[in-house]
Nanobody
Framework: QVQLVESGGGLVQPGGSLRLSCAASASSFRIYIMGWYRQVPEKQRELVARITGSGATNYADSVKGRFTISRDNAKKTVNLQMNSLKPEDTAVYYC?????????????WGQGTQVTVSS
């Protein structure tokens, strides 16, 4: 079982920055693909960014060039640096840990943190 605790959400003006952090209680943190997802009411949760244990990343097109995901395997944390924020980035952001072994996935979610971009 993996517990994920997010922090760093809040209210920011358009063009501003926020940094989200996620602390994991995984004993083998490096094996997990860590991701940030977001969700707005009445819409499906969508991938924002994810990073493998070795540091390979991918991003949603809507955040490329503005958001940066990083991880510290020793500290068991994953961060999302969000710059040039737009009102459409407003959502609840969730940290995710995913691992699959022999076709059996392990998929864990944090409780979510609200990000509001508004003037």
């Amino acid at each position: 079982q993996v517990q994920l605790v997010e922090s760093g959400g809040g209210l920011v003006q358009p063009g501003g920055s926020l940094r989200l952090s996620c602390a994991a209680s995984a004993s083998s943190f490096r094996i997990y693909i860590m991701g940030w997802y977001r969700q707005v009411p009445e819409k499906q949760r969508e991938l924002v960014a994810r990073i493998t244990g070795s540091g390979a990343t991918n991003y949603a097109d809507s955040v490329k060039g503005r958001f940066t995901i990083s991880r510290d395997n020793a500290k068991k944390t994953v961060n999302l640096q969000m710059n040039s924020l737009k009102p459409e980035d407003t959502a609840v952001y969730y940290c995710n840990a995913y691992y699959s072994s022999y076709g059996r996935p392990s998929d864990y979610w944090g409780q979510g943190t609200q990000v509001t971009v508004s003037s």
